[in-house]
């Protein structure tokens, strides 16, 4: 059974220092989202891509994040200069075209700033 | 404003005991669509169900089952004779049907303990 797959599984890294979170979607998957869930939390939108643009973002997801399709299978998340309060688990979802509306997770990243 | 409300944040049961996870949620849309995932300790979401606002059939899938009450805005699951390794954390959400987007709008989940 298809599923999407994320890499790292857990990523420690210093406050100030940028990462990048992978995503391997669902290969005929169409629409994109990262979220987070700090630990112990609800989970949060934090942004969704489809057609190779941004389609909506979070009050999180500010000029620290970004997120590209770099070719076609991979989704990558940015975060340019961490801060200790991202630190959460990220996740990436698919979904495959718009009738059928189930999104899909990936495993998660957990992301340690220190 | 979309809004989903799990008031339970915990439950414990004893094994073969019956829980319902109780779901309440806020939308303008007519069009919209409602999911259970659950987070076992392990931290994946596994998705459970989906269902669409003109679709109130219950459910039933083994030991689970849905009640989808559009008159109450209400989703609940529950989990007959319930297992130990239904401990989890169960969240509802919620994704509106216009648009390209439908970002998931989620319950701050209900936290199942199912004791031997």
């Known amino acids: 059974e298809p599923e999407v797959t994320q890499t790292p599984s857990h990523q420690v890294t210093q406050m100030g220092q940028e990462v990048i979170l992978r995503c391997v979607p669902i290969?005929?998957?169409?629409?994109f989202y990262w979220y987070r869930q700090i630990l112990g939390q609800k989970v949060e939108f934090l942004v969704s891509?489809?057609?190779?643009?941004?389609?909506?973002k979070s009050e999180i997801f500010d000029d620290q994040f970004s997120v590209e399709r770099p070719d076609g299978s991979n989704f990558t998340l940015k975060i340019r200069s961490t801060k200790l309060e991202d630190s959460a688990m990220y996740f990436c979802?698919?979904?495959?075209?718009?009738?059928?509306?189930?999104?899909?997770f990936g495993p998660g990243t957990r992301l340690t700033v220190l | 404003a979309q809004k989903v409300t799990q008031a339970q944040t915990e439950i414990s049961v004893v094994e073969k005991e019956d829980v319902t996870l109780d779901c309440v949620y806020e939308?303008?849309?007519?069009?919209?669509?409602l999911f259970w995932y659950k987070q076992p300790p392990s931290g994946e979401l596994v998705f459970l169900i989906r269902?669409?606002?003109?679709d109130e059939q219950n459910e039933i899938s083994g030991r689970y089952s849905w009640n989808f009450q559009k008159s109450t805005s209400s989703f609940n699951f529950t989990i007959t004779a319930s297992q130990v390794v239904d401990s989890a954390v169960y969240f509802c959400?919620?994704?509106?049907?216009?648009?390209?987007?439908?970002?998931?709008?989620w319950g701050l989940g209900t936290s199942l303990a199912v004791n031997p």
């Open positions: 959400a919620l994704s509106e049907g216009a648009g390209n987007n439908r970002k998931l709008i």
């Open positions: 269902r669409n606002s003109f």
């Open positions: 891509f489809y057609n190779n643009e941004i389609s909506e």
């Open positions: 290969s005929n998957h169409l629409y």
């Open positions: 939308t303008r849309d007519t069009t919209y669509y």
């Open positions: 979802a698919s979904r495959g075209t718009s009738g059928v509306d189930t999104q899909y």
